[in-house]
Antibody
Framework: QVQLQQSGPGLVKPSQTLSLTCDIS??????????WNWIRQSPSRGLEWLGR?????????DYAMSVKSRITINPDTSKNQFSLQLRSVTPEDTAMYFC??????????WGQGTLVTVSS | EIVLTQSPATLSLSPGERATLSCRAS??????FAWYQQKPGQSPRLLIF???SRATGIPARFSGSGSGTDFTLTISSLEPEDFAVYYC?????????FGGGTKVEIK
């Protein structure tokens, strides 16, 4: 049974970097069939896919255009986890952030969610 | 990007009644389409993938139909635990996009 456990701070100051980690159990982050995603949810933007990392003979990343200049998603094979970094945050980045496994581009496993507030 | 529009925004029904939720895509997504359920304080849960296939462990009262631009999620007889918000998602084109949700509430 694949499980995802998120960690990271719930409060980030404007202009700083939001950093979250998603620990994976029950499957390898290097799986050839899964992709590891970050999705956020806010009242103003609804559910918004942010990006993903996945291994298919080599590591690949895809990012949403709305955050492409500010986002990095990295796998960590030694810890079987992946991370999100979102730089230069503003109050508009306040949201519930979820990590999710996607197989066939639909999310069948989700982390518990982390509410991140951007405020000084 | 492909925009998904869900209707109605809110559906007020009683337990035992049939629920019909709709999602319309701004362009064809074939059957590259999924439905999720989200309860308060929880993460979304995959219900339906490829427009009509139930995910593992999803009861038979949930069914999905449609192709192209128009999709329907039907709950044949509402159980108390089915009152929640439902989202649609397309995977036909990048970026992946979600609908705005339909809240199924107790009448």
């Amino acid at each position: 049974q694949v499980q995802l456990q998120q960690s990271g701070p719930g409060l980030v100051k404007p202009s700083q970097t939001l950093s979250l980690t998603c620990d994976i159990s029950g499957e390898s982050v290097s799986s050839n069939r899964a992709a590891w995603n970050w999705i956020r949810q806010s009242p103003s933007r609804g559910l918004e896919w942010l990006g993903r990392t996945y291994y298919r003979s080599k590591w690949n990343n895809d990012y949403a255009m709305s955050v492409k200049s500010r986002i990095t998603i990295n796998p960590d094979t030694s810890k079987n986890q992946f991370s999100l970094q979102l730089r230069s945050v503003t109050p508009e980045d306040t949201a519930m952030y979820f990590c999710a496994r996607m197989v066939g581009d639909q999310a069948d496993r989700w982390g518990q969610g982390t509410l991140v507030t951007v405020s000084s | 990007e492909i925009v998904l529009t869900q209707s109605p925004a809110t559906l007020s029904l009683s337990p035992g009644e049939r629920a019909t939720l709709s999602c319309r895509a701004s362009q064809s997504v074939s059957t590259y389409f999924a439905w999720y359920q989200q309860k308060p304080g929880q993460s979304p849960r995959l219900l339906i993938f490829d427009a009509s296939s139930r995910a593992t462990g999803i009861p038979a009262r949930f069914s999905g139909s449609g192709s192209g631009t128009d999709f329907t999620l039907t709950i044949s007889s509402l159980e108390p635990e089915d009152f929640a918000v439902y989202y649609c998602q397309q995977r036909s084109d990048w970026p992946l996009t979600f609908g705005g949700g339909t809240k199924v509430e107790i009448k």
